[in-house]
């Protein structure tokens, strides 16, 4: 239920509705409905649930005032009723398993969520059966509790009860709401007749009296007076690092303080990156407009915008860890330096910033200094020796392997490999030179 407390006089403050609060209902003019004429006792209480947009005619252009109400049809004008006080769901599904019609569907989650309306205990609406006078007469009492939390029945507690002739025929736990609408002035004849059905005209007069007592009785909540930023705190200055995701770094909100209070309310930040920004190292100002959901917190236009200096540095890559066949190796001055009596399967380079790798990057011979009795080939430089890929889900950590055959074990000597490529940045800046080499010294 999507109602927020207010003050219940707004719903007939509107153009609309206005007219349900009138002091004196006399007879008007009908809404041309060929079935209603102007002198009817019902004319004016139509026209006011028709122009409070609460109650419709049929197609043919007839009100149909002396037609019984359907159950539905009752659904249909306490639903848009509670709909004009705030009142929504959220539910889409159809409230009854009989129930088809989409108006139906939307007004009759509102009304059973407000507990006004719930239908059978078999989960059926029976939409297109008559209520009954005492059944509108429970409904109608709960209405009024829902919006004003005071039921009619309680408000007619210290009223002297007037005369209903009929009363023991009606259900007993529906005596107390009958007994209401009469003492409330809602219902005004001596015979209440319970078990009949209502009629069109008839409810008419029931929904608009009822509304205006629910407007005589409910609290009058006052309004929340407004909160008037003062002033809007500064934001501190940020430095990330190039290929940084800026708006993400940027905060979300701020506070700011209200005229004439000590109070702090919290704005939303919408940023927006200067002209020609690309992110690369520099100095920029962002620009922030602030806004509220709040609808009580004004925000004058001097008051509407927050900036905030980013800096971008173009710091150099650092390697944070290295691992070779799956265990943490060292590294000085950008070379790992092996000893190894068996192959170097795999190598792991964890950067600590996210890298791009070409299409067509692997891994290369750059010196090879055999032995003088390794008997060796000397011609290996530059011929490709291995494979280069990113780590799969995890984009800053590059694994190299460097040998295909017999591993690099296979050599005597040192043997140093390299990238054949050029490793960037997510803003394209280029990585290469902060790749370790590799060198292997057989023993």
Same mark, same amino acid.
């Given at each position: 239920?999507?109602?927020?407390?207010?003050?219940?006089?707004?719903?007939?403050?509107?153009?609309?509705?206005? +007219?349900?609060?009138?002091?004196?209902?006399?007879?008007?003019?009908?809404?041309?409905?060929?079935?209603?004429?102007?002198?009817?006792?019902?004319?004016?209480?139509?026209?006011?649930?028709?122009?409070?947009?609460?109650?419709?005619?049929?197609?043919?252009?007839?009100?149909?005032?002396?037609?019984?109400?359907?159950?539905?049809?009752?659904?249909?004008?306490?639903?848009?009723?509670?709909?004009?006080?705030?009142?929504?769901?959220?539910?889409?599904?159809?409230?009854?398993?009989?129930?088809?019609?989409?108006?139906?569907?939307?007004?009759?989650?509102?009304?059973?969520?407000?507990?006004?309306?719930?239908?059978?205990?078999?989960?059926?609406?029976?939409?297109?059966?008559?209520?009954?006078?005492?059944?509108?007469?429970?409904?109608?009492?709960?209405?009024?509790?829902?919006?004003?939390?005071?039921?009619?029945?309680?408000?007619?507690?210290?009223?002297?009860?007037?005369?209903?002739?009929?009363?023991?025929?009606?259900?007993?736990?529906?005596?107390?709401?009958?007994?209401?609408?009469?003492?409330?002035?809602?219902?005004?004849?001596?015979?209440?007749?319970?078990?009949?059905?209502?009629?069109?005209?008839?409810?008419?007069?029931?929904?608009?009296?009822?509304?205006?007592?629910?407007?005589?009785?409910?609290?009058?909540?006052?309004?929340?007076?407004?909160?008037?930023?003062?002033?809007?705190?500064?934001?501190?200055?940020?430095?990330?690092?190039?290929?940084?995701?800026?708006?993400?770094?940027?905060?979300?909100?701020?506070?700011?303080?209200?005229?004439?209070?000590?109070?702090?309310?919290?704005?939303?930040?919408?940023?927006?990156?200067?002209?020609?920004?690309?992110?690369?190292?520099?100095?920029?100002?962002?620009?922030?407009?602030?806004?509220?959901?709040?609808?009580?917190?004004?925000?004058?236009?001097?008051?509407?915008?927050?900036?905030?200096?980013?800096?971008?540095?173009?710091?150099?890559?650092?390697?944070?860890?290295?691992?070779?066949?799956?265990?943490?190796?060292?590294?000085?001055?950008?070379?790992?330096?092996?000893?190894?009596?068996?192959?170097?399967?795999?190598?792991?380079?964890?950067?600590?910033?996210?890298?791009?790798?070409?299409?067509?990057?692997?891994?290369?011979?750059?010196?090879?200094?055999?032995?003088?009795?390794?008997?060796?080939?000397?011609?290996?430089?530059?011929?490709?020796?291995? +494979?280069?890929?990113?780590?799969?889900?995890?984009?800053?950590?590059?694994?190299?392997?460097?040998?295909?055959?017999?591993?690099?074990?296979?050599?005597?000597?040192?043997?140093?490999?390299?990238?054949?490529?050029?490793?960037?940045?997510?803003?394209?800046?280029?990585?290469?030179?902060?790749?370790?080499?590799?060198?292997?010294?057989?023993?």
């Amino acid at each position: 239920m999507g109602y927020q407390q207010k003050s219940y006089k707004k719903f007939i403050a509107t153009a609309a509705t206005a +007219t349900l609060v009138a002091s004196a209902i006399v007879p008007v003019a009908s809404a041309s409905f060929s079935d209603v004429a102007d002198t009817h006792e019902f004319a004016g209480y139509i026209n006011k649930a028709v122009e409070a947009e609460l109650i419709k005619g049929y197609a043919d252009g007839t009100f149909g005032i002396n037609d019984n109400l359907k159950r539905s049809q009752v659904v249909l004008i306490i639903g848009r009723y509670l709909e004009k006080l705030g009142y929504t769901s959220k539910e889409t599904t159809s409230p009854w398993l009989d129930v088809k019609d989409e108006e139906v569907i939307k007004y009759g989650n509102i009304v059973k969520e407000a507990g006004v309306f719930t239908g059978y205990a078999d989960g059926t609406l029976k939409g297109g059966s008559f209520i009954t006078r005492e059944n509108m007469a429970v409904v109608l009492d709960r209405l009024a509790e829902k919006v004003t939390d005071t039921s009619f029945s309680k408000v007619a507690e210290g009223i002297e009860d007037k005369k209903i002739a009929d009363l023991a025929t009606a259900n007993a736990d529906y005596q107390a709401s009958i007994q209401a609408l009469r003492d409330l002035g809602i219902s005004t004849v001596e015979n209440f007749n319970p078990k009949g059905n209502v009629k069109r005209g008839q409810f008419a007069k029931f929904i608009v009296t009822a509304v205006e007592k629910i407007n005589e009785i409910a609290p009058e909540v006052p309004e929340a007076p407004e909160l008037v930023v003062e002033s809007v705190n500064a934001i501190n200055a940020i430095t990330v690092v190039e290929g940084t995701d800026v708006h993400a770094a940027l905060p979300k909100t701020v506070e700011a303080t209200v005229v004439d209070s000590k109070d702090k309310v919290t704005l939303d930040i919408k940023w927006t990156a200067p002209e020609g920004f690309e992110g690369k190292d520099g100095e920029y100002t962002f620009t922030g407009t602030v806004s509220s959901a709040d609808e009580k917190v004004v925000i004058s236009e001097d008051k509407a915008t927050v900036t905030v200096k980013v800096t971008i540095d173009k710091t150099a890559p650092t390697i944070e860890s290295v691992k070779v066949n799956g265990t943490t190796a060292t590294y000085d001055k950008g070379v790992i330096t092996l000893t190894q009596g068996s192959a170097v399967d795999s190598i792991e380079i964890t950067m600590s910033e996210a890298v791009v790798l070409p299409a067509d990057l692997n891994v290369l011979f750059d010196t090879v200094d055999f032995d003088a009795n390794s008997g060796a080939p000397t011609d290996f430089e530059g011929r490709a020796y291995g +494979t280069v890929s990113l780590k799969e889900g995890d984009n800053k950590t590059i694994i190299i392997n460097p040998s295909e055959n017999n591993g690099v074990a296979a050599y005597v000597g040192t043997v140093t490999f390299k990238l054949s490529g050029t490793v960037k940045d997510l803003v394209g800046n280029d990585f290469s030179g902060a790749i370790p080499t590799l060198q292997v010294t057989s023993k």
